[in-house]
Every structure is written in structure tokens, then in C-alpha cells.
């Protein structure tokens, strides 16, 4: 695929007031998200939980992309068609997670590194196959006493690196994701730091392994202070420090950046975005890829009546996914 087409889709990925639903929990994930509700972890109900959302009338007005998980891009609806084809049919993008999980970082205590590396292109070709046209991987960064470790930040990102070459030579744009963990102590000084740091040597590895920035995507945490800081961000602070960080370490080459919510409520994922964009025209568009800030709403009604609530669920993850399609524009009003 050339360039042109990838720089295709990921400009897709980000058109104005729209942005990536991800449903690409992985098993482990979906079982603790199933258990807080209450709702068994049984395939069927996965299943039928991923066809309320992406069969959700309307949806698509807001969402260019779903991320999937392996699982998921090989399922149908209850009515035998692809959910691939519900997608395309419907105008979402199919996207695929590709990374294995993190595992410890031998000789780094408290810090991970992400895996998936081996048999990756093959793999990609397999989701090429099936429709898939974006890939993600989440690398993982935790703030700490004396952490993350240049080491940890390199290692995880050389391997973002050569995930996003391989993607890129199987015709897939990759989302690139290096989350900084909002878990911690820290103040938003140090999280700006932190971030900043992750994402200079980021596109520094990306450049060593010749990957071409415009057909890629970041996805990426936003600057934010830790969840147990005695000072709380304040939605200007967190979008006055995440637009400053972006602005001096993301090259304007690249077609898009979408966040992660990272566990912030539904409403403050709404609210950052919306005030970054209030900022301002900036090099890239600032979206959303927002896994729990899209779907914990519509996850928590369903599970109170599989049956009863299936379509109410639907209206409520649209509802998500038109606030948050305002903020990528600048223009949320809460609750329309
Ligand atoms: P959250 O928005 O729930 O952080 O999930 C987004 C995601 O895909 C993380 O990899």
C-alpha cells in the first residue's frame, strides 16, 4: 500500500467531530469489566455486548474507527454477518489490537515492557485478510519514586517502532500508544515531564526505523496529575499542559492525535478534549480513542437487563460518542 493510501485512513481516522471507539479489551480486561457489573464472561456475552455497540444506530455520524481485539474481528452479529462487514457497511473503519500484553521488565522493578514482537507480520497479514485497515499498540509507563527508567521508555519504544514499520509495510496504519499511567502521587509538572521525555524519544525511534509519519496515528495519554496528587489538574490546567507537550514533541507531519481516557470519568474525558480544542487551530487534529469513557455508561445499563436495556444501552453509547465528536471540535454542550 502507498503512502498516499495510509496517510488515506489515518486522515480518516481523524475528520472533524469524529473519533475511535476502543472495544479492544483484552480477555483479562473484559472479565474485570463484565465482573464490575456483574455480567458472566461467557463468549456469547462478549459477543452480544460488541454487536449493541457496533451495531448502535447512528453511531457512525460520530466514530471513524472501532479497535477490536482477536477475538472480536473474527465475530458475527446474532444474524450471521461479519462484524467486519456491519462496519464497513456502516462506515467504521476496523482497527485490530496487535500488542500481547505487558510483562515485567527484567531488572527494572515495578516497570513493563509490552510483548507481541515475534510472529507479528504474519499476524498482521491475517488481519489485513479479515478487514482490519489500522492497528494498535499500548505501551505502558509508570510513574514513580525513581521511575520510568530511560531503559523502560527506550525498550518500549523501540518495539512501538517496529510494530508501526511492520504495520505499515502490511498496508496497516499503527496507532502508536505509549500510555503514562495516571496511577501515583505525582503532580502535573511531573507528569508533563514524564510525557514529554516518552514522546521525544518516541518519534525519535520512529525516525531510526523509517517509519513514515503520515499515514501513523499517536494515541496518547493526557498531562494530568496523579490520581492519589493532593492538587487536582483543573480541566484548563490538563489542557493548557497536554496542547504544550504535543506542540514541542510531535512533528506537524503527522495526520492525527486521538487520547486514551486512562480512567478519568466520562465527564472530564469530555471536558479536557473540548478545552484543548477550544485552544485553537493546532498542527494535528486532537481527537478521542476512548475505551472506558465510551462504553462504562452503556455497559452499566445493559448489564441491569440484557434484553430489556439493549437498545437503551445503544442510544447511550451514541450519546458518548456525539459529546465527545463535539469536543474534538471545540464545541461540547453538555448533555445535547
Ligand atoms: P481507555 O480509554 O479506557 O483508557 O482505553 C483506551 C485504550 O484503548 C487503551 O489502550
Redesign the pocket.
Known sequence: MSVDQLEGVARALVSPGKGII?I?ESGATISKRFAAVGIANSEENRRAYRELLLTAPGLAEHISGA?LYDETIRQSTRAGTRFTDVMRASGIIPGI?VDKGTKPLAGFPGEVATEGLDGLRERLAEYAGLGAQFA?W?AVIRIGEDTPSSTCIEANNHALARYAALCQEAGLVPIV?P?VLMDGAHDIDVCYEVTEAVLRSLFASLYEHNVMLEGAIL?ASMVIAGTDCDEPSSVDDVAEATVRCLRATVPALLPGVVF????QSDAQ?TAHLDAMNRMGPQPWPLSF??????QQAALKLWAQDMHGQFAAAQKVVVQRARENGQAALGQWRAGR
Open positions: 476502543a479492544d479497535i489490537k494498535k499500548r500508544e500510555e494515541k486514551l481516557s486512562g480512567g474525558a480513542s476512548y475505551g472506558r469513557a465510551m
